[in-house]
T-cell receptor, first 114, second 115 residues
Framework: GAGVSQSPSNKVTEKGKDVELRCDPI?????LYWYRQRLGQGLEFLIY????????KSGLPSDRFSAERTGESVSTLTIQRTQQEDSAVYLC????????????FGPGTRLTVL | AQSVTQPDIHITVSEGASLELRCNYS??????LFWYVQSPGQGLQLLLK??????LVQGIKGFEAEFKRSQSSFNLRKPSVHWSDAAEYFC?????????????FGTGTRLTIIP
C-alpha cells in the first residue's frame, strides 16, 4: 500500500517568508510525528500527534513553528518568518497506534532558506 | 535527559569485510532501541528493533544487533558488507512510557564501502 508522502519534496524560500509543509500519513495510522534533520546532524523531534491532538510539542524550536492535523489524516507544519537556520530536511512519520509501534517515515521535504 | 551517542561519524570498510557500528544510550531504564538506515535520496528504513527478550536481534539485509545492558550499548553488526550497504545509519531510542513515544536519534554514522 501507499507509504507516508510529503510535499513539496524541495522548497526554496527567502528569509522572512512563511512556508507550509504537508504530510500524508499511512491510512489508518493514528500517530504522526514531525522531525527535523539539519546537515550533518541526527534527527530532532519536533511534535507528536495522536489523532488531531498534540500531546507533545516539546521539540518545536520557537513560536515561529506550528503544526496542525485534520482528524487522523493530513498534517501541516508551518514555519513563519523563516530564518536561515531553519534550512533542513523535515521528515514526517506515522505509526498505527500508541503502545509503541514502528514509525514509518516519509521521504522528507528539503527546505532551503536563502 | 536521555541521549544517544554514535561515536563514529564516518566508517570505511572493504566490501566483504565485517562491520560493527557503535551505539550507546544514556537513560535510567531500558528504552526501546532501534537502528535505521538512510540511503541517499531515500527516507529512513527500519533495520531492526529491540523491545525485550533475546538480546541478540536479527534485522533485514543481514544485519543484527546486540543489546548489552551493562554497557548501555546496542551495536549493529554485519558479517560481510555489500556495496549497497553504503548509507547513513542511525541508532534511536524511545522512552518506554507510553504517550511520549518520540524517537531520540544519534547523530549517525556514514558508512563507505570500498572495493
Amino acid at each position: 500500500g501507499a507509504g507516508v508522502s510529503q510535499s513539496p519534496s524541495n522548497k526554496v524560500t527567502e528569509k522572512g517568508k512563511d512556508v507550509e509543509l504537508r504530510c500524508d500519513p499511512i491510512s489508518g495510522h493514528t500517530a504522526l510525528y514531525w522531525y527535523r534533520q539539519r546537515l550533518g546532524q541526527g534527527l530532532e523531534f519536533l511534535i507528536y500527534f495522536q489523532g488531531n491532538s498534540a500531546p507533545d510539542k516539546s521539540g518545536l524550536p520557537s513560536d515561529r513553528f506550528s503544526a496542525e492535523r485534520t482528524g487522523e489524516s493530513v498534517s501541516t507544519l508551518t514555519i513563519q518568518r523563516t530564518q536561515q537556520e531553519d534550512s533542513a530536511v523535515y521528515l514526517c512519520a506515522s505509526s498505527p497506534r500508541t503502545g509503541y509501534n514502528e514509525q514509518f517515515f516519509g521521504p522528507g521535504t528539503r527546505l532551503t532558506v536563502l | 535527559a536521555q541521549s544517544v551517542t554514535q561515536p563514529d561519524i564516518h566508517i570505511t570498510v572493504s566490501e566483504g569485510a565485517s562491520l560493527e557500528l557503535r551505539c550507546n544510550y544514556s537513560y535510567g531504564a531500558t528504552p526501546y532501541l532501534f537502528w535505521y538506515v538512510q540511503s541517499p535520496g531515500q527516507g529512513l528504513q527500519l533495520l531492526l528493533k529491540y523491545f525485550s527478550g533475546d538480546t541478540l536481534v536479527q534485522g533485514i539485509k543481514g544485519f543484527e544487533a546486540e543489546f548489552k545492558r551493562s554497557q548501555s550499548s546496542f551495536n549493529l553488526r554485519k558479517p560481510s558488507v555489500h556495496w549497497s550497504d553504503a548509507a547513513e545509519y542511525f541508532c534511536a531510542v524511545v522512552l518506554t512510557n507510553f504517550g511520549n513515544e518520540k524517537l531520540t536519534f544519534g547523530t549517525g554514522t556514514r558508512l563507505t564501502i570500498i572495493p
